[in-house]
C-alpha cells in the first residue's frame, strides 16, 4: 500500500494510477509470496464480468464520474490491474518491471499524470505504444482472439501447420501460442502486436517435428481476452 504515498497521483482525476497500480502491484507480491495464490486471475475475473457491456466506464473517465459503485471498482482496481498484466507479458517481465522502477525513481515524491505514465514505459521499453494505450485506457473495446482455422500436412520428417488467429475484438495484443504436438510434447510461438496490428486475421505458419493435437492462444492466461472459448483448437467440449 505503500506505492500511493510515494508517487502522488490524483486519484479524485485518474483512479486507476493510485488503486489500479497498486492493486496490480499486490498481486505480483502475493503471487510470489504464495505461489498456489492466482490474485490477478480474480482481479481479471471481475474486469471480464463487465467488459465491453454498458456497465463498463472508460479508466480515463474522471473518478467521480463513474457512475455507479461496481463500475468505478472495475475502473480504478481490477481492469487496470488486468491491463499492466497484459502488458507485463507484452514487454516481457524484465523490461516492463525495469519501466516501473524507472517510472518510481522519476516521480518519487512528485505528482505524475497519466502521460508521465506511459512516457516512462514507452522510454524504457524503446517502443511506441499507443495502440495500447488508446483501447484499454480511453475506452471500453474488447479483446477477443480466436483461433479460426487449423491446417497441417506432411513436411520432411514432421509436418506443416498453418494456424490462421482472427482478432474478434476491438484492441490488438500479442499472440501467444501454444502447439501440443502428439506425445504431449509442445511449442511456442510469439507473433508482436505490431506484425498484425490494423489486420482482421493473421497467419502464422511453422514446420513442427510432430502432428499437431492442440493449438491454445494466451494458455496461461496472461491478457482479459472477453472469450476463451475461441482460444483453442479442437473446440472443448461443452
Not at 509436418?159 to 500479442?174: H, K, N
Not at 482479459?224 to 483453442?232: A, L
Given at each position: 500500500?505503500w ?9 479524485t ?7 489500479g497500480?497498486?492493486t496490480?502491484i499486490e498481486?505480483?507480491a ?7 495464490e ?11 464480468a463487465i467488459a465491453g457491456s ?12 463513474y457512475g ?12 487496470p ?6 502488458l ?5 517481465p ?13 516521480w518519487l ?14 522510454n524504457?521499453?524503446g517502443?511506441?505504444l499507443?495502440?495500447f ?7 471500453t473495446r474488447?479483446l477477443?482472439?480466436?483461433v479460426?482455422?487449423v ?6 520428417s ?30 511456442r ?7 498484425w ?8 505458419r511453422?514446420d513442427v517435428?510432430g ?6 492462444l494466451?494458455p496461461?492466461?496472461h ?5 476463451r472459448?475461441?482460444?483453442?483448437w479442437?473446440?472443448?467440449?461443452r
Amino acid at each position: 500500500m505503500w506505492f500511493p504515498m510515494m508517487v502522488g497521483s490524483n486519484e479524485t482525476v485518474y483512479a486507476w494510477m493510485d488503486e489500479g497500480l497498486t492493486t496490480f502491484i499486490e498481486s505480483l507480491a502475493v503471487a510470489r509470496l504464495f505461489p498456489e495464490e492466482r490474485p490477478q486471475a480474480a482481479e481479471t475475473r471481475r474486469y471480464l464480468a463487465i467488459a465491453g457491456s454498458e456497465n463498463e466506464t472508460e479508466m480515463m473517465r474522471h473518478a467521480d464520474l463513474y457512475g455507479r459503485f461496481g463500475n468505478r471498482d472495475v475502473a480504478s482496481y481490477s481492469k487496470p490491474s488486468a491491463v499492466l498484466t497484459a502488458l507485463r507479458h507484452t514487454l516481457g517481465p524484465e523490461v516492463f518491471d525495469r519501466a516501473m522502477r524507472e517510472y518510481l525513481r522519476r516521480w518519487l515524491n512528485r505528482h505524475p499524470m497519466p502521460h508521465d505514465f506511459f512516457q516512462t514505459i514507452e522510454n524504457v521499453a524503446g517502443r511506441d505504444l499507443d495502440w495500447f494505450w488508446y483501447p484499454w485506457f480511453y475506452t471500453t473495446r474488447v479483446l477477443d482472439q480466436a483461433v479460426s482455422t487449423v491446417a497441417q500436412e506432411p513436411a520432411g520428417s514432421g509436418y506443416r501447420v498453418t494456424v490462421v488467429v482472427s482478432d474478434a475484438g476491438e484492441i490488438p495484443m500479442l499472440i501467444d501460442l501454444k502447439l501440443t504436438l502428439v506425445g504431449g510434447g509442445a511449442l511456442r510461438a510469439r507473433v508482436d502486436a505490431d506484425a498484425w496490428r490494423g489486420l482482421h486475421e493473421y497467419t502464422f505458419r511453422s514446420d513442427v517435428p510432430g502432428r499437431v493435437v492442440q493449438v491454445e492462444l494466451d494458455p496461461e492466461g496472461h491478457f482479459p481476452d472477453v472469450n476463451r472459448e475461441n482460444n483453442v483448437w479442437p473446440a472443448r467440449r461443452r
